[in-house]
């Protein structure tokens, strides 16, 4: 536990100094993250970038799902397990994606999904998944929403190699979602999503 923990500390604090220098990021929010217990972050997905730049100001380790077909290269496998990826099929319903999922939030984990289930190809924010619901009425932990802005345009689905375009995060509020069924839950998640999106792109959209 405390090597994984160091190990994570310690690329966390070349990834910061990295997306700074590269990318200009800055995260706003931060403190909307608990710092114990389970919780879920939901977030829109625009590049490779976003499981780096979502989590290099945290405080605490995450977790993620991620899709079982980078699980077949032997680099991406044994780095994707150092950070506690969770391999999921696309296109598929994978139930033990799903238990594992909701287990690692019932023992108290941080956990981003992206619940549009790929990166966009246009920038914008794609259909969230409807499997977001079933995951946040069983777990049942805190469900914080957070949007990214920039990663798409600094590395695009499209591109094979990154540029060093400026990239913006922002952490939002707990979401209130207590008595609402699964389309519910989805409904406002893509609701705060667009919204956060569209007011964090706006300062981007005036230059």
Do not use: C
Request: positive net charge.
């Amino acid at each position: 536990m405390w090597g994984s923990l160091l190990f994570w500390k310690a690329s966390q604090a070349v990834a910061r100094i990295l997306t700074t220098l590269l990318f200009d990021l800055k995260v706003e929010g931060q403190h909307f993250v608990p710092e114990h217990g389970g919780a879920l972050i939901v977030a829109n997905h625009q590049s490779y970038l976003d499981p780096v730049v979502l989590a290099v100001q945290l405080r605490r380790p995450t977790s993620y799902l991620a899709t079982s077909e980078l699980f077949q290269k032997h680099w991406a496998a044994s780095l994707i397990h150092r950070f506690n990826g969770i391999a999921v099929r696309q296109g598929a319903g994978d139930v033990g994606a799903m238990k594992e999922t909701i287990r690692r939030l019932r023992n108290g984990q941080l956990l981003v999904i992206f619940p549009e289930g790929e990166r966009s190809r246009t920038g914008q924010i794609g259909v969230i998944q409807r499997g977001v619901g079933l995951v946040v009425r069983r777990a049942a932990v805190p469900v914080i929403p957070a949007v990214i802005v920039g990663a798409y345009e600094a590395w695009p689905v499209q591109r094979k190699m990154f540029r060093p375009l400026p990239v913006r995060v922002r952490f939002g509020p707990k979401l209130n979602l207590v008595g609402l069924d699964r389309d519910e839950i989805v409904a406002t998640i893509d609701h705060t999503l667009r919204q956060m999106f569209d007011e964090l792109r706006e300062p981007r959209a005036r230059r």
